[in-house]
């Protein structure tokens, strides 16, 4: 009877056991999103859940991840953190689009779109400026420029949003400096993994926030601007208040992946925040509604 019992303790402990990893691994893929699955591993969506993609890593191996809410066959990809810890108000802003998503009530979304959104683009730039993989707080933010600058570009000091296929340059211009675009086109792992992914997803239309210009710009490319982009450039700024300029004309830029992407005829259009502190989350919930409105049925 004492080894029954014994078998029984064991079994039940077992159990326990089993449950309690479960939970853990719940709220921390749920909550932190810090911790990703096995890279070779697609999690698919949910009722409570996105569909989890790692798209690639970066020079240092940190994950660049996308989480997609819905299954529609129209998509729309939202990117954050191209510039790094620089632009970290971008990453932020993409996180709280996350939150929102996971939080919103059915029928949101419209039936026939899918949101995909790459809250960190470029990892080592943030963990440059923060010391943190995946979410952090304005507080573990450094308050030293030259830091901030720094994390602007990836491990391998190039600068990724010069690192695309439209009029690349090897030496591309930020203000008034040279910065790198790289060894040639895509030849950076944040900018190869970004491609690759958008060819294998196909999506209408592409978003990236930066910071800090306020407005909205246009891409284009050698054959100018598509006409979708210059509608929705101007959808999103009718709703969220931004400025709508077709052209960038500060200085000159090269190798933009919003450009990249006129080039292959994918709409996209560049958000710049006010500030490099600012995330301005009603304005640009206003945008991102009025691009669900525009793409959904």
Known sequence: MGIIFRKRGLFVLLVVALAALGLVWFFVWRGGRSVAPTPSVTIEATSTS?????VGKSVEGRKIEAYTYGQGQTKLLFVGGIHGGYEWNSVVLAYDFLDYLDAAPS????????????PSANPDGVFKVTG?????????VSKSQTVLEAGRLNADKVDLNRNFDCKWQAKGTWKSRPVSGGTKAFSEPEAAALRDFILAEKPAMVLFWHSQANAVYASQ????????TSAIMK?????AGYPAVETFDAYTVTGAAEDWLASI??????VELKTHESVEWTKNL????????????
């Open 265 to 270: 005829n994918i709409p996209a259009i560049t």
């Open 132 to 140: 943190k993989e995946g979410r952090f707080a304005a507080g573990d």
């Open 107 to 118: 029928g949101t979304i419209p039936a026939n779109l899918a949101v995909m959104v790459i």
């Open 235 to 239: 959808a999103y700024s009718r709703a």
């Open 286 to 297: 206003a945008g991102i509604k009025a691009l669900f409105e525009y793409y959904g049925r």
């Open 221 to 228: 490319c050698k054959g100018g601007i598509l006409l979708e």
């Open 50 to 54: 996105p569909k989890y993609e790692l």
